[in-house]
C-alpha cells in the first residue's frame, strides 16, 4: 500500500529545483505532490510522482544524489478535523511523524519510522490509505 | 620464465643487495664526521670560486672557517631556484666552462629554463647515488634495464641509464614513446627493470592488454619510477597489473638529478636520502627555523660532493619529514617520507598552515564523497574562515536531514583532527565542481592581500 517517494539532495540556488522538474518532464513524469525544504546550503526536495521508479533511474543516470524512500498516501475527506484525526491516530500508535505535506486533492503523505508499522496501524481507522496505482491514476 | 603475482623472490631485495655496502651501513656518528668534513669544503668551494656565493657570505658576516660543527650549517645562505635564474646560464660555475661535460636543464614553467652544469666528478657521484636506489629496489647487475625516459635535457633518462650502468646491468636505451616497440623490447630482450613514469607503466599495461601481451610470463619484476608523482593507488595498480614491484625515488635538477633519495623495499613510501652526499635539514618554511625530527617541513639540501654548480642550502619548497631510525634493510642513512606537497601550496588560515593535499586525504578516506573538492578562503571581520566544498556521492543520499547533517558534521570532524583548523563543510551536488587536473584551482582565496 505504501507510496514511493523520490527524494534529490539539492542545493539552495536558484534554477536548482526547476532541473529536476525539467527532467521529469523530459520523461513524461508527472508530479502529484512535492515538499521542498532546506537548511540554508543545501534542501531535500521530495516528490509523489506517477512513475517513480523511472524518476529514479533517469536522476540517477544524471549522476543525482537521489533516492526512494516509502510513504503513506491518505486521502482525507474535505472538511474541518479530518487532518487532526488521522494525525490522532498515529499518535494513539505511538508513532513518530517526521515529516508530512499533502498533495493534490487532500491526499497528504506522511513519512515514519516503520512504514510497515504504520500502515497496519491505521488499517483499523477509518482512514483512506491511497495506493501507488492510484497515485499513478488521474485522480 | 614464468612468474606469479608478488611471488617475486625478495631474499637479496630486503636485506644484503647494497651498492656500496660500507657507506650505506656507515654507523650515524660516522656518517655525521663525514658531513662535517665535506660541509667545510664545499662552503670553501662556493665561498672561493662563486662570486655569488662570496657575496652572500661576506654579507652575513661569515667565512668558510665559521663552519665547526654541522649546526653551523644554519649560519650559511640559503639558495633557491631564483639564484640560478638570476645567474642564467653559467653564473653559478665554479669550474672553468671546459671542465664541464655536460648540461642538463629543468623546464621552467616561466620564461628561462634552468641550466644546471656537471664535472667529471660530479657524473661519477650522480651515478653512484643512482646505483644505490636502483640496487634498494632490488636491482643487481644481471638485470636487463629498458629505459622508457626520453633522453635529453631532463635530469631522468641519463640520470637513471648511468647509474644503472654503474651498477653492471644491461643498459636497453629504448626512450620515450612506441608502446609497441617497448612490449616487443621486454618480450624479446627478457627485460627484468623498467624505468617509466607512472602514467607512462600505466598506457603501457593498457596497450599490453588490448594487444594480449602476457604480463605474467615477461620477465619484468622492478619498476624504477619518476619525473611525476605517483599516488599509493597508482603504484599498486600498476604492481597488480604488470606483476611487478615499484620503487620511487626522488631528486630535482637543481641538485645533479634523481638519485637524492630511493625507496628501499623495506620500508615501503620511506626513500633513504644519500647522506654522504646530501645534507638535508628540515625547515618550517614560513620562519625558516630548523624542525625537530619527524615533523614535516621544507627539506634543504646541500649536495657535498658538488663540484661544477655547488649549491648551499638549496630550497626544495618540498615538503616532507626525515627519521634516522634504523630500517630493517640495514641501512643507516636517514629516510624521508614521500614528498606530497609543495610549500607553493601551502595555505595559511588563522597562523596555521595547512595543504589541499591534507585536505584531499581526508576526503578520500571517507565514504560517500566524491574526490571533487573545493577549499574557499574567506576572511570576516579579521577572522579567516575556510569552506570545504565537497560533493555528496548519490549512495550516501538518504532522504534525511539528520544523517545529511551528522554526515556533514563527521567530515568537519575529520578535517579539524587534520587540519588543527576549524573548517565549514558544504556538501554540494554530484559533478557540480569543476573538473580540473591542476591543484591550484581548487582554492579560491576570497582573502584580502596585505
Known amino acids: 500500500m505504501a507510496v514511493s517517494q523520490i527524494s534529490v539532495f539539492l542545493e539552495n540556488h536558484p534554477g536548482h529545483l526547476k532541473n529536476i522538474l525539467d527532467v521529469f518532464e523530459l520523461s513524461g513524469i508527472n508530479v502529484r505532490g512535492y515538499s521542498a525544504s532546506d537548511t540554508g546550503d543545501y534542501g ?64 497528504i503523505a506522511i513519512h515514519v519510522d516503520d512504514t510497515a508499522f504504520a500502515e497496519a496501524a491505521l488499517q483499523n481507522q477509518p482512514v483512506e490509505l491511497v495506493s501507488q496505482d492510484e497515485i499513478s491514476k488521474i485522480l | 620464465m614464468l612468474k606469479s603475482t608478488h611471488e617475486i623472490d625478495m631474499t637479496n631485495c630486503l636485506q644484503g643487495n647494497y651498492f656500496d655496502p660500507e657507506i650505506e651501513t656507515l654507523p650515524r656518528e660516522e656518517i655525521r664526521r663525514m658531513q662535517l668534513e665535506k660541509l667545510q669544503r664545499q662552503a670553501a668551494w662556493a665561498f ?43 653564473g653559478l660555475c665554479a669550474i672553468p666552462l671546459d671542465e664541464v661535460v655536460r648540461l642538463h636543464a629543468s623546464s621552467g614553467t616561466t620564461g628561462k629554463p634552468i641550466v644546471v652544469g656537471y664535472s667529471r666528478s660530479d657524473l661519477d657521484a650522480w651515478s653512484d647515488c643512482v646505483a644505490r636506489l636502483a640496487a634498494m629496489a632490488g ?128 620500508s615501503r613510501d620511506c626513500q633513504h636520502i644519500a647522506e654522504d652526499h646530501y645534507l638535508w635539514e628540515i625547515i618550517d618554511p614560513a620562519t625558516n ?31 616532507t619529514r626525515i627519521t634516522t631510525e634504523p630500517c630493517g634493510c640495514g641501512r643507516t642513512h636517514a629516510r624521508m617520507s614521500k614528498v606530497r606537497a609543495r610549500t607553493d601550496d601551502m595555505l595559511i588560515v588563522r597562523g596555521t598552515n595547512i595543504f589541499p593535499s ?69 556538501l554540494v551536488e554530484p559533478g557540480s565542481i569543476e573538473r580540473t587536473t591542476g591543484k591550484s584551482r581548487r582554492v579560491e582565496d576570497n582573502r584580502k592581500k596585505p
Open chain 2, 139 to 266: 636491482v643487481t647487475r644481471a638485470d636487463r634495464v629498458q629505459m622508457a625516459f626520453g633522453y635529453g635535457m631532463f635530469t631522468g633518462g641519463f640520470g637513471l641509464h648511468y647509474g644503472c650502468e654503474k651498477l653492471g646491468c644491461m643498459m636497453i636505451p629504448a626512450g620515450s614513446g612506441n608502446t609497441e616497440r617497448h612490449l616487443m623490447m621486454i618480450a624479446d630482450y627478457k627485460t627484468t627493470v623498467l624505468i617509466s613514469t607512472p602514467s607512462y607503466a600505466l598506457h603501457m599495461c593498457e596497450v599490453g592488454e588490448s594487444l594480449g601481451f602476457d604480463w605474467a610470463k615477461s620477465g619484468l619484476r622492478v619498476g624504477l619510477f619518476g619525473g611525476e608523482p605517483c599516488t599509493p593507488g597508482m603504484k599498486r595498480e600498476i604492481e597488480r597489473r604488470m606483476r611487478i614491484v615499484c620503487t620511487d625515488n626522488y631528486g630535482l635538477t637543481e641538485v645533479n638529478g634523481p638519485g637524492v633519495s630511493g625507496e628501499c623495499l623495506f
Open chain 1, 44 to 107: 531535500i526536495a521530495r516528490f509523489i510522482l506517477d512513475k517513480p521508479d523511472l524518476a529514479l533511474d533517469v536522476l540517477r543516470a544524471r549522476g543525482c544524489a537521489a533516492t526512494l524512500a516509502q510513504v503513506l498516501c491518505i486521502r482525507l475527506p474535505d472538511k474541518a478535523g479530518e487532518l487532526a484525526r488521522v494525525m490522532e491516530a498515529i499518535s494513539d500508535a505511538g508513532i513518530n511523524v517526521i515529516y508530512s505535506y499533502s498533495l493534490i486533492s487532500t491526499i
Open chain 2, 358 to 426: 591534507q585536505v584531499e586525504d581526508v576526503l578520500t578516506g571517507i565514504q560517500g564523497l566524491a574526490p571533487h573538492y573545493r577549499i574557499v578562503l574567506d576572511n570576516d571581520a579579521g577572522m579567516d574562515r575556510v569552506t570545504v566544498m565537497v560533493e555528496l556521492q548519490p549512495d550516501a543520499f538518504s532522504d534525511s536531514f539528520e544523517q545529511i547533517d551528522h554526515f556533514r558534521h563527521h567530515i568537519v570532524d575529520r578535517l579539524r583532527q587534520a587540519l588543527l583548523v576549524t573548517p565549514s563543510v558544504k
Open chain 2, 48 to 90: 672561493e670560486r662563486v662570486p655569488w656565493y662570496r657575496e652572500r657570505f661576506l654579507a652575513l658576516g661569515i667565512k668558510p672557517e665559521d663552519i665547526r660543527a654541522l649546526e653551523d650549517v644554519r649560519r650559511l645562505p640559503f639558495t633557491d631556484k631564483q639564484a640560478l635564474r638570476d645567474t642564467y646560464p653559467f
Open chain 2, 289 to 319: 627555523e630548523p624542525l625537530p625530527e619527524g615533523q614535516e617541513g621544507e627539506l634543504v639540501l646541500t649536495p657535498l660532493n658538488k663540484q661544477a654548480f655547488p649549491m648551499l642550502r638549496y630550497r626544495t619548497h618540498d615538503l
